[in-house]
């Protein structure tokens, strides 16, 4: 087996950091050597937060380089058009639609992307979106977008989404056992928001 490379990029306060972490965990339990590595940039003020995780039989850098990603995950999407670039040929985006605009944008310092899920089409890639902050607040609990995200990435993989799940549910429900169903919805709620053919990239 070769080594999958995973991006997460997003907003601090959107469970990035704590997403790759359970993505690890589902990864070491069937034995893979695991690396990640995270960069937060005023997490608990709404900055940017990208984790890379990389996993198979032997992984000597948790680093990914650009245009190495297998799978690019993106808990904001203009987070995800920044990070565009990660994503190898063939590779696949899944994007949450829903924005969460950083402080530099705020104060001026950057605009934020009229479409950035449009304009990562056009740079041809496969990209799989959908609303992971709708259906966390369906739910009633904003907070579970995260889970919602993890049950997206479920299904591609190199492992049954099971191993993801009870990852999920062993974290969540050790600490805080009356969110246990909640997550459990919310998992697959994220699973079924990508339950289709791949997209058909659009041409520049």
């Excluded at 997003?10 to 589902?26: F, K, N, P, S």
């Excluded at 993106?74 to 590779?91: D, I, Q, S, T, V």
């Amino acid at each position: 087996m070769t080594i999958t490379n995973i991006a997460v990029c997003g907003i601090g306060g959107q469970g990035v950091m704590t997403a790759t972490e359970i993505l690890a965990e589902a990864a070491l339990s069937l034995g893979f050597d695991v690396k990640k590595t995270e960069v937060a940039g005023m997490s608990q003020r709404g900055g940017v937060v990208t984790s890379h995780l990389r996993f198979g039989p032997q992984v000597l850098s948790p680093q990914i380089m650009p245009g190495e990603a297998d799978l690019l995950v993106g808990f904001e999407a203009a987070e995800a058009l920044r990070w565009a670039h990660m994503l190898k040929p063939g590779g696949i985006a899944l994007v949450n639609q829903g924005r969460f605009v950083p402080p530099v944008v705020t104060i001026g310092l950057y605009d934020y992307p009229e479409d950035p899920i449009g304009e990562m089409r056009k740079l041809g890639l496969a990209v799989f979106d959908f609303d992971a902050s709708a259906l966390a607040l369906q739910l009633g609990n904003i907070r579970l977008g995260n889970t919602v995200m993890l049950g997206a990435m479920s299904d591609r993989l190199p492992f049954p989404a099971d191993v993801l799940r009870n990852a999920v549910l062993a974290r969540f429900g050790a600490r805080k056992p009356e969110l246990l169903e909640l997550n459990r919805q919310a998992f697959e709620l994220g699973r079924a928001a990508v339950a289709q053919p791949a997209p058909v990239p659009a041409t520049a």
